[in-house]
């Protein structure tokens, strides 16, 4: 009898277990969706669209690279911290990157190192770059995001929320309008 008690206990705790993660994942993305810093990161023409991709958006930003100090010795997939300001058009820009959580600016990523050039130039891999969207429009709207990307009269951004860190890609917007909402008309 005991041990029948016993076994039930550690089962009610793995399935709470099991429960809690998850929950704790969507409840952190809820969030920082709701009271984190938005900013728009401008985005860029990619390749031609890829069948095997499916259900996403592939997004490829402009304002990914950095110029650094030559004394740090940077590497390929390191974390780092990036820290972003607007420029003077109201769009993400990163103004500085570390191995350390920035001590006096909330308005940070943590992200990695993609690529460095001759440690002097450092490209970031943003880990917002896929809008998920309803399989129905998502074909539909990786067409019309990479028509409306190659256009240069047309501002294709990402609407993104950052909170002690942390990222959430909220939208991604194509002069002020959702790409759901072009995606659901056409």
Request: a positive charge; zero cysteines.
């Amino acid at each position: 009898m005991k041990n029948k008690k016993i076994t039930l206990l550690i089962f009610i705790l793995v399935v709470i277990a099991q429960l809690y993660v998850p929950l704790q994942m969507m409840f952190n993305q809820e969030d920082i969706m709701k009271t984190g810093t938005e900013f728009k990161f401008q985005t860029a023409p990619i390749d031609p669209y890829d069948p095997f991709r499916g259900k996403y958006i592939t997004l490829f930003f402009k304002e990914r690279e950095i110029t650094v100090q030559n004394n740090i010795k940077w590497s390929n997939g390191e974390t780092v911290f990036a820290t972003l300001t607007i420029d003077k058009n109201g769009f993400a820009k990163i103004s500085s990157i570390s191995k350390m959580k920035p001590k006096n600016s909330e308005s940070y990523i943590k992200t990695k190192i993609s690529l460095g050039y001759l440690d002097s130039k450092i490209i970031i891999d943003f880990p917002f770059n896929r809008y998920y969207m309803n399989e129905d429009i998502a074909q539909k709207a990786e067409k019309i995001y990479q028509g409306f990307s190659i256009k240069k009269k047309n501002e294709t951004y990402a609407l993104v929320a950052v909170k002690n860190g942390e990222a959430v890609l909220k939208d991604v917007r194509i002069n002020d309008v959702s790409i759901k909402d072009l995606a659901s008309k056409k």
